[in-house]
Nanobody
Framework: QVQLVESGGGLVQAGESLRLSCAAS????????MGWFRQAPGKEREFVAA????????DYADSVKGRFTISRDNAKNTVYLQIHNLKPEDTAVYYC??????????????????WGQGTQVTVSS
């Protein structure tokens, strides 16, 4: 069993930056592809970014490329999402996810095994 706890969300102004963190419990963190998803009001949950088990590969949604950076620290069982130049359309609940199945990032994030409870990010214009 893996528990994921997100933190770092809040209310910010457009153009500002945030760093979200996701702390994982358990011994399987380093064997899990880690990702971030978000769900805006009235919309479906969408993929944002993911990182491979050893951090050598990353993947991003087109809408966030160049502004979002995902990273992980396997020694701390933590994955991060650095967000620059926040926009009002980034307002959403951001969820951390862990995927243990498959080989590629896409395979693991197609159906993650574990989810965090989410952290709210609100961007005012």
């Amino acid at each position: 069993q893996v528990q994921l706890v997100e933190s770092g969300g809040g209310l910010v102004q457009a153009g500002e930056s945030l760093r979200l963190s996701c702390a994982a419990s358990g011994r399987t963190f380093s064997s899990s592809v880690m990702g971030w998803f978000r769900q805006a009001p009235g919309k479906e949950r969408e993929f944002v970014a993911a990182i491979s088990r050893i951090g050598s590969n990353t993947d991003y949604a087109d809408s966030v490329k160049g502004r979002f950076t995902i990273s992980r620290d396997n020694a701390k069982n933590t994955v991060y999402l650095q967000i620059h130049n926040l926009k009002p359309e980034d307002t959403a609940v951001y969820y951390c996810a862990a995927g243990r199945r498959g080989i590629t990032i896409a395979q693991a994030m197609n159906s993650p095994d574990y989810w965090g409870q989410g952290t709210q990010v609100t961007v005012s214009s």
